[in-house]
């Protein structure tokens, strides 16, 4: 895709699976309108190359559609246009290999796979640490967003980079993942 602004070399991926529940529990979580909207909004922000949205579930998957469409095709198109370009972003998909390959039909190349999580690890990449590849290497990066209680550890294993946490001022430590999403892609993507 050759030189390519540094937005573009990034996607992002939602997964409603598999991510765990609070009981630590293998499942698959519900797609919000709220996460579709405005991670979409994001990602338009910072000039990311897509936005998918990952559920096993096909009626889920059914309904993300839908409310793309609506946003895209009818009425809700017309009526907001910046939204229906932020939606152009989206992409929805059943599981993580067919994003994998979505993204290496398009570039080429893999996409380096980044896992995102609030606990503590070992081994995380800095912010800066992954701004500097972002900034230096043309990519394509895939960041990974996890709902419920977070991505599984078979997500982790399968990542080239595990990015450090968000840090609050306190103890707690429990960011709607649109508000992560966004405090993530502002320290990697923003302007300094």
Request: with cysteine; aromatic share 8%.
């Amino acid at each position: 895709m050759g030189s390519l602004p540094i937005g573009s070399r990034v996607s992002i991926a939602l997964l409603h699976y598999p991510v765990y529940d609070r009981n630590s529990r293998v499942v698959a979580t519900a797609v919000t309108n709220l996460d579709l909207h405005d991670i979409a909004r994001m990602a338009r922000t910072f000039g990311l190359f897509r936005y998918y949205v990952v559920t096993p579930v096909e009626e889920q998957r059914i309904l993300a559609e839908r409310i793309r469409a609506h946003w895209q095709d009818g009425w809700g198109g017309s009526y907001n246009p910046d939204r229906r370009s932020a939606l152009e972003l989206l992409q929805v998909a059943p599981d993580m290999d067919t994003v994998l390959a979505d993204i290496e039909d398009c570039y080429k190349r893999p996409a380096r796979i980044v896992v995102t999580g609030a606990k503590e690890r070992p081994g995380v990449i800095s912010f800066d640490g992954l701004r500097r590849r972002v900034q230096d290497e043309e990519g394509p990066f895939l960041l990974l967003f996890g709902t419920g209680w977070g991505l599984t550890d078979e997500l982790f294993e399968r990542a080239d980079f595990v990015l450090e946490p968000i840090k609050g001022a306190g103890e707690y430590n429990h960011l709607s993942v649109r508000s992560a999403a966004a405090i993530i892609m502002d320290r990697l993507l923003g302007q300094r």
